[in-house]
């Protein structure tokens, strides 16, 4: 296949729904060839590898794996996340804190590890190395009431990690880029624990309120900026916060007290 | 009148650093302090120094039930729990390839999990109590990213935004209590004492760390003790889910 991405290779976690899925098809409608790495397996496009992020071993044999078949990675989504149980500062045990912390934050640094690992690979030798890492925060991020408050923690770990991986790989003049994405509202399985509390359209209704431009986002209106982050048209973008979240945090919020993950 | 009179402020890392600092200047402003710490010694020799207004718990940031045991040491001493400052915390030098998981772990637990636990333990006695203040110390590296400070970074954008969101649900529950992170610079703390011996090209540590700041020198724990002061007292009663940057103009 050509295309924009022909010849490169992406990992994309948490590709079997959701962002993940959208942005795995938008990778490989573009040439990528794509591996879609979950929990659950996937019936989109790209190779499925079985995988979990918050294990170590999990990432060195699914990097091994990639590299003895595609040979090389240039692009890692560290999309997979969990919304978590909903829970408040007072509520949340310690269990749960690190059940969302070992998907979302480590799960993530981990997948920032081991993309460079690959990525070094990419290219003859390390100063010709480059690849293209995009990590999925949130909105939750950037604001305190966008989430559980495990959720809301994690995010922002990712936000600053974010930009340490993006300074060190400068640094390091390895090539390697990496940007986290904070998404607003958008219509994932994610939902599906307020879709059963109020019911799918009432749900929406209040989800869609909390985002001026007036609906929840598309998985495929996120997979547009995953893609344009992991390509060279973002070549100068490096430790940036890309918001798309149809401009839920960019005025004075209207508080529902409901909180979107 | 005092800033803090009559009131009750538990703090983690209390027997050094920023902590001490602040539990000096609460004692000094009419409040009383409890020195939260691992470091027994330390901490009693300061509660000693501080008089019948401070006394010593031991805590271990990490564990529930020590968290526990402090906010229980904290009501049988003063009565009453109206202040939290979160200052426990460890910086260590990491990046992304050589960062093993136990101590990204070991970081974030102690910076991330244990500023978690110090808010979920202190915020039912601080209601009852009639309310309060939390504060939690973040980093510039909550606001910016350094390449060799990775698990720091992370565990810093944690506090960041868990702040927030601890602001907003005492806000939502109308419980009295307002929530902050504090940002500082490089301090001259014990947490950075190893940095200031380490030359970077033809400069100690010292002066590389000094010339980072616009101000052309390192903070005193004392400067961000008087912000947190502020933010302890009634003067900051309007502001809650916020970050104050206390840091020589470094992200300026």
Same mark, same amino acid.
């Given at each position: 296949?050509?295309?924009e991405?022909?010849?490169?290779?992406?990992?994309v976690?948490?590709?079997a729904?959701?962002?993940?899925?959208?942005?795995?098809a938008?990778?490989?409608?573009?040439?990528?060839?794509?591996?879609v790495?979950?929990?659950?397996?996937s019936k989109?496009?790209?190779?499925?590898?079985?995988? !979990?992020?918050?294990?170590?071993?999990?990432w060195?044999?699914?990097?091994?794996?990639v590299?003895?078949?595609?040979?090389?990675?240039?692009?890692m989504?560290?999309?997979?996340?969990?919304?978590?149980?909903?829970?408040?500062?007072?509520?949340t045990t310690?269990?749960?804190?690190?059940?969302?912390?070992s998907?979302? =934050? !480590?799960?993530?640094f981990?997948?920032?590890?081991?993309?460079?690992?690959?990525?070094?690979?990419?290219?003859?030798?390390? =100063?010709?190395?480059?690849?293209s890492i995009?990590?999925?925060?949130s909105?939750?991020?950037?604001i305190g009431?966008?989430g559980?408050?495990?959720?809301?923690?994690?995010?922002?770990?990712?936000?600053?990690?974010?930009?340490?991986?993006?300074?060190?790989?400068?640094e390091?003049?390895y090539?390697?880029?990496c940007?986290?994405?904070?998404?607003?509202?958008?219509d994932?399985?994610i939902?599906?624990?307020?879709?059963?509390m109020?019911g799918?359209?009432?749900g929406?209704?209040?989800i869609?309120?909390?985002?001026?431009?007036?609906?929840?986002?598309?998985?495929?209106?996120?997979?547009e900026?995953?893609?344009?982050?992991?390509s !060279?048209?973002?070549?100068?973008v490096?430790?940036?916060?890309?918001?798309? !979240?149809?401009?839920?945090?960019?005025?004075l919020?209207r508080?529902?007290g409901?909180a979107?993950? | 009148m005092?800033r803090?009179?009559?009131?009750?402020?538990?703090?983690?890392?209390?027997?050094?650093?920023i902590?001490a600092?602040?539990?000096?200047?609460?004692?000094? @402003?009419?409040?009383?302090?409890?020195?939260?710490?691992?470091?027994?010694?330390?901490?009693?020799g300061?509660a000693?120094?501080l008089?019948?207004q401070?006394?010593?718990?031991?805590? @271990?940031?990490?564990d529930?039930?020590?968290?526990?045991?402090?906010?229980?040491?904290?009501?049988?001493?003063?009565g009453?729990l109206?202040g939290l400052?979160?200052?426990?915390?460890?910086g260590?030098?990491?990046?992304?390839e050589?960062?093993t998981?136990?101590?990204?772990?070991?970081?974030?637990?102690?910076?991330?999990l244990g500023t978690?636990?110090g808010?979920?333990?202190?915020?039912?006695?601080?209601?009852?109590?009639?309310?309060?203040?939390?504060?939690?110390?973040s980093?510039?590296?909550?606001?910016?990213?350094?390449?060799?400070?990775?698990?720091?970074n992370a565990?810093?954008?944690?506090?960041?935004?868990?702040?927030?969101n601890?602001?907003?649900?005492c806000a939502l529950?109308?419980?009295?209590?307002?929530?902050?992170?504090v940002?500082?610079g490089?301090i001259?703390?014990?947490?950075?004492?190893?940095?200031?011996?380490?030359?970077?090209?033809?400069?100690?540590?010292r002066?590389?760390?000094e010339?980072?700041h616009?101000?052309g020198?390192l903070?005193?724990?004392?400067?961000?003790?008087?912000?947190i002061? #502020?933010?302890?007292?009634?003067?900051?009663t309007?502001s809650t889910?916020?970050? #104050?940057?206390?840091d020589?103009?470094?992200?300026?």
């Amino acid at each position: 296949m050509t295309g924009e991405f022909s010849g490169l290779v992406a990992i994309v976690t948490g590709g079997a729904s959701g962002i993940g899925a959208a942005s795995a098809a938008l990778l490989a409608a573009h040439g990528a060839t794509v591996i879609v790495a979950d929990t659950q397996e996937s019936k989109g496009v790209g190779r499925f590898v079985q995988h !979990d992020v918050a294990s170590e071993e999990a990432w060195k044999s699914l990097l091994a794996d990639v590299l003895a078949r595609e040979g090389r990675l240039d692009i890692m989504v560290n999309n997979a996340g969990i919304s978590g149980r909903p829970g408040t500062i007072e509520t949340t045990t310690v269990e749960e804190w690190r059940r969302v912390h070992s998907v979302n =934050a !480590d799960g993530v640094f981990l997948g920032c590890k081991y993309a460079i690992e690959g990525m070094k690979h990419t290219g003859p030798n390390k =100063a010709q190395s480059k690849g293209s890492i995009v990590n999925v925060s949130s909105v939750a991020g950037l604001i305190g009431s966008a989430g559980p408050t495990a959720y809301t923690a994690s995010k922002g770990a990712v936000r600053l990690l974010s930009k340490s991986v993006a300074l060190y790989c400068a640094e390091k003049k390895y090539g390697i880029r990496c940007n986290s994405v904070h998404p607003g509202g958008v219509d994932t399985a994610i939902f599906n624990p307020l879709w059963q509390m109020v019911g799918r359209e009432q749900g929406k209704a209040m989800i869609d309120a909390v985002h001026p431009i007036g609906h929840m986002g598309e998985p495929a209106e996120l997979g547009e900026v995953v893609l344009w982050l992991a390509s !060279d048209r973002s070549s100068f973008v490096t430790g940036a916060e890309i918001v798309a !979240d149809g401009g839920m945090t960019t005025g004075l919020m209207r508080r529902t007290g409901f909180a979107a993950p | 009148m005092p800033r803090l009179e009559n009131k009750t402020v538990l703090i983690s890392g209390g027997a050094s650093g920023i902590g001490a600092a602040t539990a000096r200047q609460v004692v000094q @402003e009419g409040g009383r302090a409890v020195l939260a710490d691992r470091d027994a010694e330390a901490g009693k020799g300061l509660a000693a120094e501080l008089g019948d207004q401070a006394v010593f718990t031991p805590l @271990e940031v990490t564990d529930e039930a020590s968290w526990q045991a402090a906010v229980a040491a904290s009501l049988e001493a003063f009565g009453a729990l109206h202040g939290l400052l979160n200052a426990a915390g460890v910086g260590a030098p990491s990046d992304i390839e050589t960062c093993t998981v136990e101590e990204w772990r070991r970081v974030n637990d102690i910076n991330s999990l244990g500023t978690f636990l110090g808010c979920k333990s202190a915020i039912a006695a601080m209601r009852r109590s009639g309310g309060g203040s939390i504060v939690n110390i973040s980093s510039v590296l909550g606001l910016r990213g350094a390449a060799h400070a990775m698990a720091y970074n992370a565990s810093k954008g944690a506090v960041r935004s868990l702040t927030k969101n601890v602001a907003m649900h005492c806000a939502l529950t109308k419980s009295n209590i307002r929530c902050n992170s504090v940002h500082p610079g490089y301090i001259d703390t014990p947490m950075i004492a190893p940095r200031l011996d380490a030359a970077v090209g033809n400069m100690s540590g010292r002066q590389w760390l000094e010339a980072l700041h616009p101000l052309g020198r390192l903070g005193k724990a004392e400067e961000v003790a008087s912000m947190i002061v #502020f933010l302890l007292s009634d003067e900051s009663t309007f502001s809650t889910g916020s970050e #104050f940057v206390c840091d020589g103009g470094l992200t300026a």
